[in-house]
């Protein structure tokens, strides 16, 4: 699990405390009376981390707020498999584990998160240290950023591009140059679907 701040752990044990004893979880407003905040504003990037790190799911109605993520949710995750560059291709390095993603990003289909290394899509908001979730796929579409498997050995995450007799990797980083091979080169192995960045 996450590292959560002073904050997100106060918010965190509001609401395992109130589990015990209320019937329904507290409101947003509700929560803003007891932490002593202002507004909504301030209380709503808590709210997501606890969300991302898959600890709280949002409420929908009239009194909007959030409620504790059961047990056997947080257990649901998805594949984590190691680092992935996004920079120069680093050796594909497999290492099994699980990690929590909100429902949306769960999906139907396999997915898998990877963690960037690395700066080359940092113009799409992908910077080092991030998660990626990935949708397995064999195959994908130009302008997809995909999981490229290059050589059999190496692994990058980049936008793609298919043209007769080649396949190019761009970055997203005006300081790094496209990657060209030939098709037989490189294997897709997933299309982005998700980003999970932790504060």
Known sequence: MMRLTRRQ???????RSDADIMQRPPTYDEL????????????????QALVMAGLVEPMEGKQ???????AAQQEQGIPMLGRIAAGHPIEAVEQTENISVPDAMAGSKPRYALQV??????????????YVVIEQSA????GDIVVALIDQQETTLKRLEQQPGKIILHPANATMSPMIYKPDQIQIQGILIGLIRYY
């Open 117 to 130: 290394s690395g700066d080359s899509m940092i113009d799409e908001g992908i910077f080092d240290g991030d």
């Open 9 to 15: 752990q106060e918010i965190y044990d509001i609401l």
């Open 32 to 47: 803003c009376q007891r932490l002593g905040l202002r507004s909504r504003g301030s209380l709503h990037k808590h709210i």
């Open 139 to 142: 195959a994908a579409d130009n």
């Open 64 to 70: 909007r707020g959030i409620r504790l993520v059961s």
